[in-house]
């Protein structure tokens, strides 16, 4: 009763994509997250950020309901993780799986329509269309047939972000969706957050690099085991903050900080090349 | 025993074909489930389960006292799935890693197995006899109720794998991916470790469960060299497993003495070893060829920028050189000259031949029967587009390899 109520006063209930509350996971009794609340905003674009071994990826998974927290509360679109999850599509890492596996680019694809086809059925003409609508917008539609060994890391990225789109769900969760693409894959990825946003999607991503931040995203949730903040960019990424996250050592600090915030309607093009050198 | 005599027999001897059909269903059913314990990176949980099988078999009689194929099969399965969920348990413990689990499930349970066999051999029962040909297996031993035990049981097996297709695919490449999507992947994983549980219990007593795992394994691993594609693999496994099957038992149950696990383990072994040579893309010979290409092609690469180093050095670009000197710049002894023509065949170099009179003047310098090489203009207009991209191997068609983004340092 208590919990409920706290819930309710400190997020606007109606308001979040997804609600995490008091979330504390640990790994043998070592504490990975611990006691984090946050409110992720719908129709906006949020990044997860911190030092490596901050529990990002144990955030994502937790609201996935692939780990098991050890307490505290998760909402999404006001439904426990059970029920909620049908709404999320998950891209995952790209390292998570096996690219030797004996399939194709629109075999992994179609994955994505399993969930509403339900037990059972097979994916059939509508499903594959489905899939091949979603490897267009990533630029992929000239691979359908490729075996997935024959992609470079870029393209794998993109195929898992197809996958996701043709989950056609409402809540996007992506986990380090830019991590070691090239400068294509990038601008591909960069243009579907834009699209996505412009549905009224949301997309919670954890992000490494940190100069593009203010960038391709609205909101950000600085995290360390704790959440540090969270909020839109221009209010919570501040030096302070980053400093407090990231423990002092931050080596692009004095780029992030001095990088002008555009405040709406960013164009969907940003390009890494645009990223101030290391 | 000759191979035609073998091959009528298979046809037209009641116990040979029936021996052979349930070999073939059960080949085929091992070898296609094995596809999904091979790809799920499980291939040792085959010879823990079977392995765990032992002293359900030897309890299974001890019980009830019957040596009736379906009750053996049933205490086999019941400590296959025993073993099986030990397995899972110490893995899920998260102190020891999964191999190591498997270690210890397979060397525990097949211990007390043999312990209680020797225990039960020592028995004035002489009913016993022939229980510890599940060890090796022995296709004799199998009767018409038998197969038709593994050819019913089998075919539910399979009829499950292909209503499951799209679940256990999921499952097997990306679980994580499954769960998010709301696959119920605990219950997924029950259900295709227990169908694997099924095919091997139901092949002890033709295949022993020391060997039994082979079957799994085996064909998975060799239809792996020749296909992209799941079903292909596994449709491919199914037919290898079939095979090894048949064969195996063929030769176990005419030759007498011979044991079927051995010659099945044979058989298969064989089928992988011809894969792992010869198979398209995969094989080590498609290898071979394909690095022995690459190879020369940067030889002759080489061979054209050391021609075009020579042609700058003269006033008339088209001066021909004696293929000493291109060995001797190129450091080689062998394959100058099968480098040279491969340039000449692309248009690249020209040749002449070494003209007695010249060379008698003295005004050719080597042999006289050396050809004379010189660069031409499209080969000077390549080794300039080389200079640019440099010699090696080129990336294939698509995009160039990602060169990486920047990145906060760990």
């Known amino acids: ?278 | 025993m000759s191979l035609p005599d073998l091959l009528h027999g298979l046809l037209f001897d009641f116990t040979l074909r029936t021996v052979a059909l349930g070999a073939a269903v059960l080949g085929a059913l091992a070898g296609a489930l094995g596809c999904f314990a091979v790809l799920r990176q499980q291939s040792l949980l085959g010879d823990a389960i079977s392995h765990a099988a032992l002293p359900g078999i030897v309890l299974a009689f001890v019980l009830t006292g019957s040596r009736a194929t379906p009750v053996l099969v049933l205490g086999a399965g019941i400590a296959g799935w025993i073993g099986t969920l030990a397995v899972m348990a110490i893995v899920r413990g998260g102190r020891l890693p999964e191999d190591t689990a498997l270690g210890i499930v397979l060397s525990v349970f097949f211990g007390f197995g043999m312990v209680l066999l020797t225990w039960v051999q020592g028995r004035p029962d002489a009913r016993q006899a022939g229980l510890d040909t599940f060890l090796f297996g022995q296709a004799a031993t199998v009767l018409p109720g038998d197969v038709a035990l593994v050819a019913g049981v089998g075919s539910v097996a399979g009829l499950i794998t292909i209503l499951f297709w799209k679940e256990f695919k999921l499952l097997t490449f990306d679980p994580d991916y499954a769960t998010a999507l709301g696959l119920p992947l605990r219950r997924v994983d029950f259900l295709l470790t227990g169908l694997l549980v099924v095919a091997i219990v139901l092949g002890l007593q033709m295949v022993g469960v020391v060997l039994m795992s082979a079957l799994v394994v085996a064909p998975a691993a060799a239809a792996r060299q020749w296909t992209d594609s799941l079903r292909t693999m596994v449709l491919l496994a199914a037919v290898i497993g079939a095979g090894a099957g048949v064969t195996g038992a063929a030769i176990s149950a005419t030759a007498r003495g011979v044991p079927t696990g051995p010659t099945i383990v044979l058989v298969a072994s064989a089928v992988v070893a011809f894969s792992l040579l010869a198979a398209p893309r995969r094989g080590l010979v498609a290898e071979m060829l394909r690095s022995a290409r690459v190879r020369r092609r940067i030889r002759a690469d080489a061979m054209l920028m050391d021609l075009y180093a020579l042609s700058r050095q003269h006033v008339e670009p088209g001066h021909p050189h004696p293929v000493a000197t291109l060995q001797a710049m190129s450091g080689r002894e062998r394959g100058v000259s099968a480098s040279l023509r491969s340039l000449e065949a692309r248009g690249w170099a020209v040749h002449t031949e070494g003209d007695r009179a010249e060379h008698a003047a003295g005004r050719l310098p080597g042999a006289s029967s050396d050809r004379h090489w010189a660069i031409t203009e499209a080969g000077r207009i390549r080794a300039r587009q080389l200079l640019e991209t440099g010699v090696g191997p080129r990336p294939g068609p698509g995009e160039p390899a990602e060169p990486g983004s920047p990145e906060v340092p760990a």
Not at chain 1, 39 to 60: E, H, M, S, Y
Not at chain 1, 220 to 229: M, Q
């Open chain 1, 1 to 278: 009763m208590e919990r409920a109520d706290r819930g309710a006063r400190r997020g606007d209930a109606s308001g979040a994509a997804i609600e995490v509350n008091d979330l504390t996971v640990a790994y043998r009794e070592q504490p990975v997250l611990w006691d984090v609340d946050v409110a992720f905003r719908k129709g906006v674009l949020t990044a997860i950020v911190g030092p490596n071994g901050a529990g990002k990826t144990t955030l994502i998974q937790s609201i996935l309901g692939l780990v098991r927290p050890a307490a505290g509360r998760i909402r999404i679109l006001g439904q426990p993780v059970r029920e909620g999850r049908r709404s999320v599509a998950y891209v995952p890492q790209r390292g998570s799986v096996d690219w030797d596996f004996p399939t194709s680019v629109l075999d992994v694809v179609t994955m994505g329509t399993y969930g509403r086809l339900g037990w059972i059925r097979r994916p059939g003409r509508r499903e594959r269309a489905a899939a091949m609508e979603a490897l267009g917008k990533v630029g992929m539609e000239a691979f359908e047939g490729r075996q997935i060994r024959q992609l470079s890391g870029g393209q794998q990225q993109r195929v898992f972000l197809a996958r996701a789109l043709v989950q056609d769900a409402p809540i996007y969760l992506m986990d380090e969706p830019f991590q070691g693409v090239d400068a294509r894959t990038e601008a591909a990825i960069v243009e579907v957050l834009g699209d996505l946003r412009a549905r009224g999607d949301t997309v919670i991503a954890v992000h490494h690099a940190l100069q593009s931040v203010p960038e391709y995203f609205d909101d950000v949730v600085l995290l360390n085991v704790r959440r540090i903040a969270s909020g839109p960019v221009q209010e919570v990424f501040t030096e302070a903050n980053l400093r407090t996250c990231y423990g002092g050592r931050v080596p692009f600090l004095q780029a992030v900080t001095e990088r002008p915030a555009p405040a709406t309607g960013r164009p969907a093009t940003g390009r890494p090349e645009d990223a101030p050198p290391p």
